[in-house]
């Protein structure tokens, strides 16, 4: 056993010493042998005929999508039109769904339920809380994510993103991310949660890390109503009726370019500060282009990204309902905790130029950005009193008509400076519970994490503190 | 009232106490920590010097050491003789050597220095001048369990991001072996490892020229008559005679010895080169990559698309394509293929 034991020691001895001799980058040098290896066997056994035509194609594409004419031209307009098409496509099944969700199967569970003498609370709590907030999540997002998706998925298949990544890299490169994270981003445009699973395509641990963190700043599917909404209310305004439509789509795009210019600012200052020290290293392979496999883009996009993210918002956006509706509905001595923090938090919020029924919201909507609009119409019904809007307290609704949704804001006390916040607020707030809940899913760190829920919502007070006091020197 | 008073005076008093006098946590007691610590680096430092001084075959006096600690003499001679008591160090005359307890205890301290070193430069993106004064930092705060790990999960390399070995886990490091300075070839870079004493007059020649072990050299040119050599940024003329004294060790591998400065962001879009190596600089995971792409000396690759802002550029490599930046094809040496 000993004479065993001392041998074993003097062959670990002998191979150190050995070591020395073979130096450090031995690795090299193996990894070189095996290539070379592999090319004689693969120079022996395979045999290519006719790939030449195949291969001018590529070129022929690679051209003209990075050329320095056409390639951003090409990229605008295909990245457009998916947007473009997936708000619009997204419209009438959104409708059909909120009617039989919302319209048809909401009233039906209310009158089942008084029919068997159901006490109102529990009927509240159930059925104007936890399910209206599940059919509105389901409504809102399920549509444009079912054609976003699968649009985007089969321009990734075709072989197109990576060029997209190959030609953007340049600016990333100078903020100290990834190419890749012009795709995240996009991504991000259409759900922030599978923006932040998407950023799993870049492989350096810490330009994946920024692209996750800044991931929030893409304006997702969820705040783009918001968004029009208020820029149609309080920006169309401001210009003749016949520009408003203009003013208010250019408040709304001005608005995502701003997300854009604050995901590449703090990209920068992440990389200068907290994750300099964090591994980095890049690579980015650009595969053949080829034709998409539209049923297998279908299925993979609609199971693995559509219906993953619905689930997870499903899965937050019931309890968040339930507390929506207790919120508004739990009095102490005649008034209801919704109002209690509202009066609250009221001088803080007027002070940063938004109001304590939006501070509310955004605390209790966290679940999905889609229900920050009916919360806050909700709570500015139960504030002010307003009567003949809404079907009663702790019901979330929308309106139809964008005049009385405008006379309701107005009568809860709102300003253009309201407005303008607001849309900045939308943009500049921590991520949506889903999000969150995939953002420490995807680094299973608490700290970014934490990271990335906080500093949005710190710029985004900070934005809107700045902005109000400009507003009040200049009005 | 007053009574109430006493007693919040009482308490406060009492808490003030506690902080300042608490075990373990009390200032007291981290105060004292604190000076244990001083203490420590500034033990383990001079034994670094002084190994260093061994190392370099110089000799060690209370001054260069004082110089390395920047502390009074007075404070280094009671560093050493606290060396001393602990049975590190040996004092014949004025000259300071390292017992053998002494050596490996150094060589502990420079073991963790470079393995820390090893580790930023591999694992993190830290940049290159700082990653000395982080491992100053490190080498007195990590156990032995803790370095075996580190080395353990570097695959216990032999050295350091600047070419220098780094001693075993039994502590053993390989002897310097110092080479004639004519040995050199023209080009090569070498550090000084030794300068003979005798006969004086060349001795005293060398020293007046401001060469002394450990200076850093490069050879530009050798003949019958001359050697001609930078230092520091100066160029000097030694005669072949001046320079049989001379001992140097010579830096990096040969293999790292690239003769070709020739890189790959040089070539323009449409021609084909052959890789001959991959700089030093690409490490870890990056270097890792580059070579699963199949980058490695002898592949063929060829430029293929520029972005349209102009990088990164994309190369065909073994049948894919990929994209490398600037600042990564700038450390892949090259042949071209018409002047193979």
């Known amino acids: 056993m000993k004479i065993e034991t001392i041998h074993d020691n003097s062959i670990i001895a002998t191979a150190n010493k050995l070591r020395w001799e073979v130096g450090d980058y031995f690795h090299d040098s193996l990894i070189e042998s095996i290539y070379k290896e592999a090319e004689v066997i693969s120079n022996k056994v395979v045999t290519t005929e006719g790939k030449k035509s195949q291969f001018d194609f590529d070129k022929f594409i690679d051209q003209i999508v990075t050329n320095k004419w056409t390639g951003f031209p090409i990229m605008f307009l295909l990245l457009a039109s998916v947007f473009w098409i997936t708000i619009i496509g997204a419209n009438y099944p959104s409708g059909l769904i909120a009617s039989v969700l919302v319209d048809t199967i909401h009233p039906f569970l209310k009158n089942l339920a008084s029919s068997i003498n159901i006490p109102w609370y529990i009927n509240g709590v159930l059925i104007d809380g936890g399910y209206l907030a599940m059919a509105w999540v389901v409504s809102v997002m399920l549509p444009p994510m079912a054609i976003f998706f699968p649009m985007f998925t089969l321009l990734e298949d075709f072989g197109y993103l990576p060029r997209v990544a190959f030609n953007m890299d340049n600016i990333y490169r100078r903020v100290g991310a990834h190419g890749k994270q012009a795709l995240t981003m996009t991504m991000g445009f259409g759900c922030n949660a599978a923006g932040v699973i998407a950023a799993r395509i870049i492989d350096s641990p810490r330009e994946r890390l920024i692209a996750i963190i800044t991931n929030n700043f893409s304006l997702c599917n969820g705040r783009w109503p918001t968004q029009i909404l208020i820029a149609t209310i309080f920006i169309g305004n401001l210009v003749p009726p016949i520009y408003g439509g203009i003013a208010s789509a250019a408040a709304v795009v001005s608005v995502a370019l701003l997300g854009i210019f604050f995901s590449l600012v703090v990209s920068w200052s992440l990389s200068k500060t907290v994750l300099k020290g964090e591994a980095s290293a890049f690579s980015l392979e650009l595969p053949p282009y080829r034709p998409p496999r539209i049923l297998q883009t279908l299925y993979t996009s609609l199971i693995d990204r559509t219906l993953f993210v619905l689930w997870r918002a499903i899965v937050f956006a019931i309890p968040a309902g339930i507390v929506i509706w207790l919120v508004a509905n739990v009095n102490i001595q005649g008034i209801s905790l919704a109002e209690y923090f509202i009066r609250f938090v009221d001088p803080f919020a007027l002070f940063i130029g938004l109001n304590g029924v939006i501070i509310l919201a955004y605390v209790i909507a966290i679940p999905a950005n889609e229900i920050v609009i009916p919360t806050v119409l909700m709570l500015t019904v139960l504030v002010t009193g307003v009567t003949g809007v809404g079907s009663g307290s702790g019901v979330m609704f929308e309106l139809n008509n964008i005049d009385d949704v405008s006379m309701l804001l107005k009568a809860g006390g709102w300003t253009t400076l309201t407005g303008i916040n607001l849309m900045l607020f939308s943009l500049l707030h921590n991520p949506c519970s889903t999000t969150i809940f995939t953002i420490y899913k995807e680094t299973k760190s608490w700290k970014w994490t934490l990271l990335a829920t906080l500093l949005p919502i710190m710029m985004g007070i900070t934005i809107c503190l700045l902005v109000a006091q400009l507003w009040r020197i200049f009005t | ?340």
Request: hydrophobic share 40%; net charge negative; with cysteine.
């Open chain 2, 1 to 340: 009232m007053n009574d109430n008073l006493i007693v919040v005076i009482l308490l406060l008093a009492i808490s003030i106490l506690a902080f300042i006098f608490y075990p373990e946590k009390g200032l007291l007691n981290k105060w004292r920590r604190i000076k244990a610590n001083n203490e420590k680096i500034l033990l383990e430092d001079a034994l670094k010097h002084l190994f260093e001084c061994e190392y370099n075959s110089t000799d060690c006096t209370l001054i260069s050491i004082s110089g390395f600690l920047s502390t009074s003499q007075g404070h280094s001679s009671k560093i050493i003789v606290k060396l001393e008591e602990m049975g590190l160090v040996k004092r014949i005359g004025t000259k300071i050597h390292l017992t053998p307890e002494g050596k490996s205890y150094a060589l502990k301290i420079i073991r963790i220095h470079r393995l820390w070193e090893k580790h930023l430069a591999d694992n993190t993106s830290i940049r290159e001048e700082e990653w000395h004064i982080l491992a100053e930092l490190e080498e007195h705060k990590l156990t032995d369990d803790e370095v075996n790990r580190l080395a353990a999960k570097l695959g216990n390399p032999l050295k350091d991001p600047h070419g220098d070995p780094i001693p075993t886990e039994n502590v053993e490091i390989p002897e310097q072996k110092g080479i004639e300075l004519t040995d050199l070839k023209e080009g090569d870079i070498a550090k000084i490892y030794h300068i003979e004493d005798q006969p004086l007059e060349v001795f005293s020649k060398l020293t007046s020229l401001g060469l002394s072990p450990g200076m850093i050299i490069r050879l530009i040119e050798k003949n019958t008559t001359n050697i001609r050599i930078e230092c520091e940024g100066e160029e000097l003329n030694i005669s072949p005679i001046l320079s049989f004294n001379i001992q140097v060790v010579p830096i990096g591998d040969s293999e790292e010895l690239i003769e070709s400065r020739d890189t790959l962001s040089n070539i323009p879009v449409g021609e084909e080169a052959v890789i001959v190596g991959l700089s030093k600089s690409l490490r870890g995971q990056q270097r890792r990559r580059l070579l699963d792409f199949g980058i490695v000396p002898g592949t063929v690759i060829k430029a293929r698309l520029k972005s349209l802002s102009g990088d990164p550029t994309a190369y065909e490599v073994r049948g894919t394509t990929v994209a490398l930046r600037k600042n990564q094809s700038d450390k892949i040496f090259i042949k071209r293929k018409n002047l193979l």
